[in-house]
């Protein structure tokens, strides 16, 4: 029997090329691979305030993403989290399971509870509903980027802790990262993540940017003092063009040692803006079509919810009768 894949978005933000390199990317090479489930992550995105119409209209804006991408409704389910009553229902039996210092630990939230003035319950327990959602389909493999792998190791030890205490219930995931792209670094900022809530109008690049823009984005990157790309002493903001330039193209790191050795930045900046644009310009047309048929998109987000529906009951049920709560 083929493993099966689990990974998700939250309908939040401008999807930048960092979620399209750290995950969509990924996806739609491993999606053949296995028996896939990716996921729009709305109960995650409302760990803070969401405008509720917002996230109505991203929800519809993720999925139509995640077509135009290459995401083949065929053979993968798409499907909106909420939807599926079991990843709220698991999040709660494995919070049962887990303890609070495990969650204090994690670096997101640490850094996310430092931006608000009250910090809801929710963003601590977002890493345990992270595992509901992987758990809950018994998925042995979850392509994230980087950021992603310490809630990864986290669901694996909510995992181990049920299974020691309750016998083996639960798949242990692995942690599959894109080989180049898995941390693609804020424009602006070389030194930071690309985030969708960074506030610097140069600081990522959406997936739906015009050409232009991104043209104009990429000519106020961050780079360094050197007049040209030199690969030993290069600053981390030239490294990050190197590193999108070669996920996109998937080049060899020789063949991009032969190209960008000793060009001036200006030209390097070119490339990288012709690099990206080729790959966009096609998820952005797919995106309109797809968008222009709200009815189909709706057809697949049903048809995701039923086909997963079942595995869900399955392991809640299973779930319960380990921990002794009642099942009719
Ligand atoms: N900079 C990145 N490089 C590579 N992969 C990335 N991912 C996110 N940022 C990068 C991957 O994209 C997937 C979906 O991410 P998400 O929407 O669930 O949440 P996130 O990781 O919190 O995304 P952002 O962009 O940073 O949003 P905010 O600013 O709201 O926190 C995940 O697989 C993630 O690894």
């Known amino acids: 029997m083929k493993k099966r894949v689990f990974s998700g978005v939250q309908p939040t933000g401008n999807l ?5 390199l750290g995950a969509l990317k990924n996806w739609t090479k491993v999606q053949y691979d296995y028996e896939s489930i990716f996921c729009i992550v709305d109960l995650h ?72 003035e009250t910090i809801g319950s929710g963003l601590m327990q977002y890493p345990v509903l992270m595992a509901a959602d992987i758990l809950l389909y018994q998925a042995g493999v ?17 995992a181990q802790r049920f299974n020691s205490l309750y016998g083996e219930t639960f798949v242990m995931p692995e942690t599959k990262l894109p080989t180049v792209g898995a941390r693609v670094m804020g424009l602006d ?32 990157a961050t780079t360094d003092s050197n007049p040209h790309v ?43 803006t012709e690099m990206i644009v080729s790959h966009l310009e096609p998820i952005q047309q797919r995106y309109r079509e797809i968008t222009a048929d709200p009815a189909y998109l709706l057809s697949i987000l049903t048809a995701g919810r039923d086909r997963v529906a079942p595995i869900a009951e399955s392991t809640v049920r299973l779930t319960k009768q380990r921990m002794g709560v009642f099942t009719s």
């Open 189 to 220: 900022e070389p030194d930071k993540k690309m985030s969708k809530s960074a506030p610097g109008s140069n600081h990522a690049i959406g997936i739906l940017d015009p050409p232009e823009l991104i043209k104009k984005k990429l000519s106020r």
């Open 16 to 20: 930048h090329i960092g979620n399209y």
């Open 45 to 116: 995105a409302i760990t803070v305030y969401q405008s509720p119409e917002e996230l109505k209209a991203k929800i519809l804006e993720i999925a139509a993403l995640f077509l135009a991408a290459g995401i083949d409704p065929a053979h993968s389910t798409v499907m909106v989290q909420s939807s599926v009553a079991g990843h709220a229902e698991l999040s709660w039996l494995l919070t049962c399971v887990t303890p609070v210092g495990w969650l204090e630990r994690m670096t997101q939230y640490k850094a996310k509870s430092a931006l608000q």
């Open 230 to 272: 030199d690969f030993d002493t290069m600053g981390p903001g030239v490294q990050n063009l190197l590193g999108i330039y070669q996920a996109f193209g998937s080049v060899s790191e020789d063949d991009m040692k032969a190209k960008f050795a000793g060009m001036r930045y200006g030209d390097l900046k070119k490339n990288v």
């Open 142 to 158: 979850v392509p994230v980027g980087d950021d992603q792998s310490q809630h990864l190791e986290l669901t694996r030890d909510i």
